[in-house]
């Protein structure tokens, strides 16, 4: 038992091959996504740790409730469109490396050209729901004044509410919001929006032949890893800003 | 050459065997994105009772954090296709994957230190929370319309 053991450690790094049995190129994406999930990872957890060191934070259900092309306030339904659409071109880039494992030229093309769209798709989303945010008009009480704010980076029109004249009307919140949400989803958006890029520099090279030429497939399954990242990054973004 | 190219329908078994798995996980995907998204909605409602249970709330806050996990789970074993690597490997990116538990941990801990400090001002005095509006009613859309009024 221990010789057979021993034997198969010396073969797996005795030298010559890959102990893991994986190419250079994809352990290095590999390794680049664990680097970059402990970058998100940092990002996610100092806005945990900041919204816990406050006693009031925004309700997520009152922020993000606007949905396009309607005027229904319905919590959480657009972003769970965007989840939808993002979790869905996963599904056409897995389809797609599966493709490339066949050496099926065509179907690569087609299950990329679908990501790219869901990828573009994701973007519009984000974009709108940025403008929807920043250009919002909100009441907030400021210094005994009524005024009208948008959410960005410096104003947070989602404190407290208070009673004023007879109604409840908002004051100030935390600031540290604007620049969490929009430091976060924006490194994330630039993270999709590389990926698109990426993305469509491999729809060219497949349709122009390179990888038929190559013999095989790997670049697009290293791309692949890097769109899935982006996909799991996004639930925990989905997961710590829309539901906790 | 262009007889393999040409081929779009599953080639063998095993390749529609793969097919069905990858459209299986996404199911999977979707069905506990619902159920998470059923979680926050009821957590939604559950707020509008100015006397809610904070335990229940975090209770549930705690049921979507594990649904999100496994759909984590399921997104790098299947579609990132790591299940299918050599064990070592696979070690090489979850152990210090680990670290991640102590990092929040210790993290949200420090964040809860902090509001504690400031509310009683370094330990010098008694927190009493402040009553606060909860059931506030959504802002109508015409409202948003409105010129300033006040």
Not at chain 1, 173 to 200: D, E
Not at chain 2, 40 to 55: C, Q, R, V
Request: aromatic share 16%; hydrophobic share 50%.
């Amino acid at each position: 038992m221990e010789t057979a053991i021993a034997q198969t450690k010396t073969k797996m790094w005795a030298g010559g091959r890959s102990p893991f049995n994986v190419s250079y190129g994809k352990m290095m994406m590999w390794f680049f996504l664990m680097s970059d999930s402990f970058t998100f990872g940092a990002f996610l957890i100092s806005y945990g740790s900041i919204r816990f060191s406050l006693n009031h934070w925004v309700d997520h259900n009152y922020v993000f409730n606007e949905f396009p092309f309607t005027e229904a306030h319905l919590p959480l339904a657009f972003v769970s469109l965007m989840t939808f659409i993002l979790i869905f071109s996963s599904v056409t880039m897995v389809l797609a490396v599966h493709d490339g494992h066949k050496m099926n030229q065509k179907g690569v093309e087609k299950w990329l050209f679908l990501t790219i769209l869901g990828g573009l798709a994701f973007l519009g989303c984000q974009a709108y729901e940025w403008t929807g945010l920043i250009t919002g008009q909100h009441e907030v009480l400021v210094n005994g004044v009524i005024e009208h704010w948008g959410t960005t980076v410096s104003h947070n029109p989602w404190g407290p509410m208070v009673m004023h004249n007879g109604h409840l009307v908002a004051t100030p919140g935390p600031v540290a919001f604007g620049g969490y949400f929009f430091g976060i989803t924006g490194f994330h958006g630039f993270h999709v929006f590389t990926g698109v890029i990426v993305n469509l520099v491999m729809l060219i090279k497949t349709k122009r032949g390179d990888f038929a030429k190559r013999g095989h497939y790997e670049m697009i399954e290293k791309a692949g890893l890097y769109w899935h990242f982006v996909d799991l990054v996004w639930v925990f973004v989905f997961l710590c800003f829309y539901l906790i | 050459m262009s007889a393999e190219i040409t081929t779009h329908l599953p080639v063998t078994e095993a390749d529609a065997a793969h097919v069905k798995r990858i459209w299986k996980a996404f199911w999977v995907l979707l069905i506990l994105t619902i159920i998470e998204l059923a979680l926050g909605l009821t957590i939604y409602y559950i707020e509008m009772n100015p006397d809610y249970s904070n335990l229940l709330v975090l209770m549930i806050k705690g049921v979507i954090c594990i649904l999100t996990l496994a759909k984590a789970f399921y997104i790098i074993s299947i579609f990132m296709h790591l299940g299918d690597e050599v064990r070592q490997f696979i070690l090489t990116l979850a152990l210090p994957a680990t670290l991640f538990i102590w990092f929040i941990t210790a993290f949200i801990a420090d964040g809860a230190s902090f509001r504690n400090l400031r509310n009683t001002d370094a330990g010098s005095r008694i927190y009493v929370q402040p009553k606060e509006f909860h059931n506030v009613p959504l802002e109508a859309p015409a409202e948003k319309k409105e010129k300033k009024l006040d």
